[in-house]
């Protein structure tokens, strides 16, 4: 049994007179351009096998199959009787191709199962005299001609395959107008690999010499050249070309070097509303706003993108639909090697969301800073509103002190001498009144002394006269008498003077700070130390008591003094007014006050500090 494939080798078959034989086995093609050609060849195939008493197998259109009936009759072969002697078997193709397609693809099992009845019963008609069957298939031919040449390429597979258990000729035909486009090319070759032979179609063959063929071949080896390489390039551009067709968030198209668009892809009809019939052929200014169009700016666009390579811009651009988007615009020049101008690139997105975003996070910020600036301001404000009032409270203090110390005092002063006097003028006479008198004498001492103390407590002279090393000590007995609460003083020996702000500010943080020890803290003691470190003078107030509850000491370090009460916030705001800063620290057990303010030029420290202690 011979095989049916005789190898990949394509063999051009010059003339008629070489018809593929039914006796040489083999997988030819034949190409036409004419029906009756075809016909003709198909005669002098089939009936050369039925007329020499071997066997044939015919899969056919109707047309095909009636014209090569009367024409086989015509010369003189009975396909009646041949059929009747099982040696004639036809197949209609139109109705054999739906039996071996199953979802759109062809069925190896299903062909297999139709082809190999035909050829078991063509066999069967010529084994006794070991005759030879020819084939006649256009299954190829419907499918190529229905767009699926990948499927027809599988059938002639599929025959090659049963060329390998059964012995047959095969001829297979395809009109030349299946390769009518360069995309069939890489088909129309793979289709000629399948076969043994490819016999040209009438064209090539009704050539009259060799020369004439040979001038032929030449000048479709050079198209297939050219063919070729364009085919080579395709391939290797396909995946790009296919990846900017797909492309659905940018605009990707060309422009001839007028500026009149020449391509489009998805992205472009998704972003622009044009469809590619549409908008082909049009110049790209219709994408741009009136006013700039008669500004010129396309045209600039261009000027720009062919003597500089690329042209970069966002703008507003306008749909077919006449609404507007805010485009990112890029326009990139394309030149042969020469240089020459092609056309040009054009990449379009459609922005607007991100600029809309872009803008409103510009006011969000513009009205964060302005809330800011406001909030910065207001601060300021309060903070010298609060200095103010601070200054005005010790000034009024201070005036208060001084009017209590000078004047009331002096009247009361002088009223306790004037009883006094009365009181000697009648202890003698009358004991009773004498008594009495003794009563106010004291009741005044006792409201001299309070004058005083309320007069030293709000604005202390001694202050002024001899700075905090003589004024704590002072406040710290008085306190002590009060309150019941034992107190220790601790100094860095020969502390010097500070600015006069400073020693009050310090002074009134020692006040508010022993206030709060008495108010709050329930510490039966209370330690002071006063010191200096990296050019700071250092005001330390520390109790033994319940302390400070966590969550208003955050409050403290967040500098927010609602919850530690007005006090606090006044002292706080001393210190930051003079360049220092408060600072609270408390547990179960312990609190410590600490307040800081640079030392000034008169602060002199020895280079061995010592320590003071006043109980």
Known sequence: ??????????ELIPSLAHTPSHTHGGHVVQLYADDGFLIDVLSRFIGGALAVGDAAVVIATCSHRTELERLLSANGVDTGKAAIQGRYIVLDANETLPKIMVDGAVDETRFNEIVSEALDKAESSVARKRGHIAVFGELVALLWAGGRP???IRVEQLWNDLGKGHSFSLLCAYPIAVCSSKR??????????????????????????????????ASLQQRAQILEKELALREVEAPFRLLVEAVQDYAIFMLNPEGQVSSWNVGAERIKGYKTNEIVGRHFSCFYPEEDVRSGKPARELVVAAAQGRFEDEGWRVRK????????????????????????AKITRDVTERMQTQKALETEVAERRDAQRRLQNSERSLRELSLHLLRTQDEERRRIGRDLHDSLGQYLAVLKMKLDSVASLIGQKQAELSQEFGQCIRLMEDSIREVRIVSYLLY????????????????????????????AFEMETEFGRLPRESELALFRVLQEGLTNVHRHSGSP????????????????????????????????????????GIGVRGMNERMRQLGGKLELASNEGCTTVTAMVPGGQN?????????????
């Open 1 to 10: 049994m011979s095989t049916a494939v005789s190898g990949p080798n394509i």
């Open 150 to 152: 990948a499927e027809a």
């Open 184 to 217: 069939h090319i890489e088909a129309f070759l793979k289709m000629c690999g399948e076969h043994s032979s490819v016999v040209p179609s009438e064209s090539y063959l009704v050539l009259h010499n060799e020369e004439e063929r040979l001038r032929s071949i």
């Open 321 to 344: 639909d006449g609404s507007t988007f805010w485009a990112n615009v890029i326009i990139t020049a394309v030149k042969d090697n020469s240089g020459k101008l092609l056309g040009f």
């Open 460 to 487: 202390p002279p001694m202050l002024e006269e001899m700075g905090l090393k003589s004024a704590i000590p002072w406040y710290l007995d008085g306190f002590s008498t009060r309150s019941g609460i034992k107190t």
């Open 525 to 564: 003691t209370a330690h002071v130390r006063l010191s200096v470190k990296d050019g700071m003078a250092i005001l330390a107030i520390q109790d033994n008591g319940k302390g400070i509850r966590p969550e208003l000491l955050a409050e403290f370090c967040q500098e927010w003094m609602g919850g530690l």
């Open 603 to 615: 602060l002199n420290l020895p280079a061995e500090p010592g320590k003071a202690c006043i109980d």
